[in-house]
């Protein structure tokens, strides 16, 4: 049984940081790329963030590139995400994703809350 479960978001002031954590299980994490979404209240969910499954590519969206910074631990399964210099705009539920290629099944995770707020 697959399972994405993310951890780590939280209320925090603009210029702050937060780690946000993916950990799977039900499947091989390492052969799989991973991915960060997050939708803001009102808006469609967005790509944040990919890293391929040995995690020597990454990309990013336009509006966190030099901010944020994917990496993985395949060791742990555990995908994360750095969040550095967060926005007002930054503030989203966060979730992560991956498909599995035999049958194009996409699996997510519940999410986790990021507020960034004074």
């Known amino acids: 049984q697959v399972q994405l479960v993310e951890s780590g978001g939280g209320l925090v002031q603009p210029g702050g940081s937060l780690r946000l954590s993916c950990t799977a299980s039900?499947?091989?994490?390492?052969?799989?790329?991973m991915t960060w979404y997050r939708q803001a209240p009102g808006k469609e969910r967005e790509l944040v963030a990919t890293?391929?499954?040995?995690?020597?590519?990454?990309n990013y969206a336009d509006s966190v590139k030099g901010r944020f910074t994917i990496s993985r631990d395949n060791a742990k399964n555990t995908v994360y995400l750095q969040m550095n210099s967060l926005k007002p705009e930054d503030t989203a539920v966060y979730y992560c994703?991956?498909?599995?290629?035999?049958?194009?099944?996409?699996?997510w995770g519940q999410g986790t809350q990021v507020t960034v707020s004074s």
């Open positions: 039900g499947f091989t994490f390492s052969s799989y790329a």
């Open positions: 994703k991956f498909v599995k290629t035999i049958g194009n099944i996409v699996y």
């Open positions: 890293i391929t499954s040995t995690g020597r590519s990454t």
